[in-house]
């Protein structure tokens, strides 16, 4: 929790004591992807210091939001995953992320993409209402990150890695943010090298379909 509060009886308050302190937020968003061990979350939250990670993972449990949990691949560990209370922050960061990605612009020097704030990209401009009736799961490669991207109607889900190989699967670099702010139709996008596309073309349109800022 925050080191001291803010001597407020508010909803939001309390929200900013759970959560306010930096990496926090980070941390749900990354464990929103699974559970994580310690080394997972260190390697996906570029540049957290150990001793904050710590901290932070310390406090989240405290509050209730995370517990530790067995894991025995690919070898016997403890990993962090979210409780019931921090899986229901799920819809806020959503939210809070399509707020935030209308005002990114492009890439600050030295920053990252990491699969975890890929996948959150994808959840915060998932647009369900253009979803109905469409069944695909395609595959998003950039670099090293590696995205299984299954929509079922309006149901989404965005899973790191992926045991089965899709169909489908869309080779991006950053700039596919271009494809998701309107600023280059899926054509324009295979024209500029931004997405390459192995399997069917139609993927694309699907991804820019129902991945939208506008």
Not at 63 to 82: D, E, F, S
Not at 95 to 107: K, V
Not at 179 to 207: M, N
Request: aromatic share 4%; proline share 5%; hydrophobic share 40%.
């Amino acid at each position: 929790m925050a080191a001291r509060g803010y001597g407020q009886y508010c909803g939001l308050s309390r929200a900013l004591e759970l959560l306010g302190e930096r990496w926090g937020l980070l941390i749900v968003r990354d464990l929103l992807s699974g559970p994580h061990r310690f080394a997972d979350l260190e390697a996906s939250l570029v540049g957290i210091p150990t001793s904050v990670l710590t901290n932070r993972l310390k406090e989240l449990e405290t509050a209730g939001l995370i517990t530790r949990v067995p894991v025995h691949t690919p070898r016997r560990g403890t990993a962090y995953t979210l409780t019931d209370d921090g899986l229901a922050l799920e819809p806020t960061l959503v939210e809070l992320g399509r707020w935030g990605s209308s005002r990114m612009g492009g890439p600050r020097d030295g920053e990252v993409v990491t699969a975890e704030s890929l996948a959150m990209a994808l959840r915060t401009t998932f647009r369900p209402e253009r979803a109905a009736g469409m069944d695909r799961e395609l595959g998003l490669v950039m670099g090293d990150i590696v995205l299984t991207v299954t929509i079922r109607g309006a149901d989404l889900d965005v899973t790191v890695g992926g045991a089965a190989t899709p169909a489908s699967v869309l080779h991006a670099t950053p700039q596919i943010k271009r494809l998701i702010d309107g600023d280059l139709t899926p054509e324009e996008a295979v024209a500029e090298g931004v997405v390459r596309v192995d399997g069917d073309p139609s993927a694309l349109d699907d991804f820019a379909s129902v991945f939208r800022l506008d």
